[in-house]
């Protein structure tokens, strides 16, 4: 390439275009949703925005794992919330004694 090649419209309009591309790849894999994609690039439809949205490897795995954390954390807080219900709903053993009934 010629050093000339370096300093031309087109070469400058390039690097600016790869500088975009990759600070946007890096802003989905962040985990920058497509609407803050679209945002970010000025974009009004999602077709543009998803060429960032690359699938990478692992990603699979740890939407899974997120998947089952999410589920997991639900579950101890619906089992909590039975078994302070139930804990609140029993009588007190003493009450009953101290009325005189």
Same mark, same amino acid.
């Given at each position: 390439?010629?050093?000339?090649?370096?300093?031309?419209?087109?070469?400058?309009?390039?690097?600016?275009?790869?500088?975009?591309?990759?600070?946007? !790849?890096?802003? =989905?894999? /962040?985990? +920058?949703? #497509?609407?803050? %994609?679209?945002?970010? !690039?000025?974009? =009004?439809? /999602?077709? +543009?925005? #998803?060429?960032? %949205?690359?699938?990478?490897?692992?990603?699979?795995?740890?939407? +899974?794992?997120?998947?089952?954390?999410?589920?997991?954390?639900?579950?101890?807080?619906?089992?909590?919330?039975?078994?302070?219900?139930?804990?609140?709903?029993?009588?007190?053993?003493?009450?009953?004694?101290?009325?005189?009934?």
């Amino acid at each position: 390439m010629k050093v000339s090649h370096l300093h031309s419209k087109h070469s400058a309009s390039r690097r600016t275009h790869d500088l975009r591309h990759t600070g946007n !790849m890096l802003a =989905a894999d /962040t985990g +920058a949703n #497509l609407r803050e %994609l679209m945002e970010r !690039m000025g974009h =009004a439809s /999602t077709r +543009a925005a #998803l060429i960032y %949205l690359h699938k990478k490897a692992g990603r699979d795995k740890a939407i +899974a794992d997120g998947l089952s954390a999410m589920i997991d954390k639900s579950r101890a807080e619906s089992s909590k919330a039975e078994t302070d219900d139930a804990t609140e709903t029993q009588p007190q053993g003493g009450d009953e004694e101290a009325s005189g009934t």
